[in-house]
């Protein structure tokens, strides 16, 4: 059975199949008691039959009339019938040698009878010896029939007994086959939906890429498969979108780069002119100095070009230990011509820090924090870059609540906490749990994609890390990004 429905079809006939046996073997029982009710029906109808005889025999005796003699043979001739036509019913009671001594007795009790009759006829007061041979005779009879109906109730009672404890026990047995197949059913059809959720649970939470559920069933399978393909269509859109994000981001860098483009090209322009204009009389350690000021400047402005080439750059995720301070200072180089004067960048970042990063994507992350931390100030505050190890469990659990945390970090290993703060307008708190949604942005429609913090989340998840934040309207906000920390990289 490979398939969820043929399980749950085969589950429902095995408990209509138990339901349907046990229903069957209870009409069984009932109909044996049946049986027996109706053999007990004739035991005491032809017991009534050989009381109403014997009541008659006594009229008879006493009267010697011929209206007692027709009752009494009326009752004798039914005994008979009852006795003779039931011979089934009665062997369910008594035994056979009992139902032909109760047959015999009966003959000779209707022979003794007919005898007392025709000599009371024929000479009245002549038949009394007769009589105590005819009790004796009756009595028998009498006494065997109450034995068989005794018999029969006690029989009927045991039977009764019996098809009660069977019915509780058939329904014991069938509430523990249901329970058993239940099990079963759960088995087979509920865990691998169990999987299935707790797999959907995993990917909302940003554990899993994929779905990987080990099931042979066509239905999840089916669901496997198309879950799948529909999350690599995803993640290819997202990565169109992280690309589409930088070159926007790309395009906001290029007039800061043209500034820091600048200065050294202005330099290396005036060393020229003022080597064009003393010609060969010029003095040649100072010509030797300006040829040294023009190699450094060009070597400054081909380090700024080859920095935004590899921003902009696409290639596959790769990790490299880079030093975080110098990596902070580039990416600030980024930014340097979009910083107002009345805005201070302040850096905390110990020299001997690395990070085991992709350093394209981590300075795309930084490079939006800075920028959005820059537009909260509006012209005017601090911006403040701070970078500490933190040991396993070192981190206050008071320093932590007023932080939202998004993705999941291990507190267990050490960790690089990288915090940028500035003392801006700050986020709205109705806001603040919605900032890293996909297209989720507070600016006028033209101004912003909602992608930025979004992207952010993503590479930093991307790197085993996770993310917090936490801000007050009017005080400002602090970003803070956990990565794992390598012993290894540590200088």
């Not at 005898?115 to 004796?136: C, F, L, S, V």
């Not at 068989?148 to 109730?153: G, H, L, N």
């Not at 010609?279 to 070597?299: K, M, V, W, Y």
Request: aromatic share 6%; with cysteine.
């Amino acid at each position: 059975m490979n398939s969820l429905r043929q399980k749950i079809t085969f589950g429902y006939y095995v408990i209509g199949t138990l339901v349907v046996g046990l229903s069957l073997f209870a009409f069984v029982e009932l109909r044996l008691i049946e049986q027996k009710i109706l053999a007990g029906a004739k035991v005491y109808e032809f017991f009534d039959a050989t009381l109403e005889m014997r009541r008659f025999e006594k009229n008879l005796f006493l009267y010697h009339q011929a209206a007692d003699w027709r009752e009494y043979a009326a009752f004798v001739t039914r005994a008979k019938q009852l006795l003779h036509d039931n011979p089934g019913e009665f062997t369910l009671l008594a035994p056979r040698h009992k139902i032909a001594e109760l047959s015999g007795e009966l003959g000779r009790y209707e022979q003794l009878m007919a005898e007392y009759w025709h000599k009371q006829e024929n000479a009245p007061g002549g038949a009394a010896q007769m009589e105590a041979a005819i009790r004796i005779s009756g009595k028998k009879i009498v006494t065997l029939a109450g034995n068989i109906a005794s018999t029969e109730r006690a029989d009927l009672q045991s039977a009764l007994g019996q098809h009660r404890m069977k019915l509780v026990l058939s329904i014991a047995v069938l509430i523990a086959l249901v329970i058993v197949a239940g099990q079963v059913l759960s088995r087979m059809v509920a865990r691998p939906l169990k999987q299935l959720e707790d797999s959907m649970e995993a990917i909302a939470g940003g554990r899993l890429a994929q779905l990987d559920i080990c099931s042979g069933d066509r239905e999840i399978v089916s669901l496997t498969v198309a879950f799948n393909h529909v999350m690599h269509e995803l993640d290819l859109r997202q990565r169109h979108l992280v690309r589409s994000e930088k070159l926007a981001s790309l395009g906001t860098l290029l007039s800061g780069v043209a500034h820091e483009l600048n200065n050294p090209l202005s330099n290396i322009s005036t060393s020229c002119q003022i080597l064009i204009e003393e010609g060969d009389a010029g003095d040649p350690e100072f010509q030797r100095e300006l040829l040294t000021q023009i190699d450094e400047q060009t070597l400054r402005a081909r380090n700024i070009v080859r920095t935004l080439l590899d921003f902009a750059r696409d290639r596959d995720f790769k990790t490299e230990t880079l030093l975080l301070a110098p990596l902070i200072e580039e990416t600030l180089s980024f930014v340097k011509g979009q910083i107002p004067a009345q805005v201070t960048v302040r850096r905390e970042i110990p020299d001997h820090l690395t990070v085991a990063a992709d350093k394209q994507r981590l300075q795309q992350a930084f490079l939006n924090l800075i920028k959005n931390g820059i537009e909260a100030l509006e012209g005017a505050g601090e911006i403040v870059i701070r970078a500490t190890r933190r040991l396993p469990g070192e981190i206050p659990a008071a320093a932590e609540a007023a932080f939202l945390h998004y993705g999941s970090c291990d507190t267990s290993r050490e960790t690089l906490e990288i915090e940028i703060r500035d003392n801006g307008s700050g986020i709205p708190a109705a806001v603040l749990p919605r900032i890293f949604d996909p297209f989720f942005t507070t600016k006028d429609v033209g101004k912003g994609s909602g992608l930025g913090l979004f992207i952010v989340f993503e590479i930093v998840e991307e790197h085993g890390g996770c993310i917090a934040v936490a801000s007050e309207a009017g005080k400002g906000t602090t970003f803070r990004v956990r990565l794992p920390f390598h012993q290894t990289n540590e200088k």
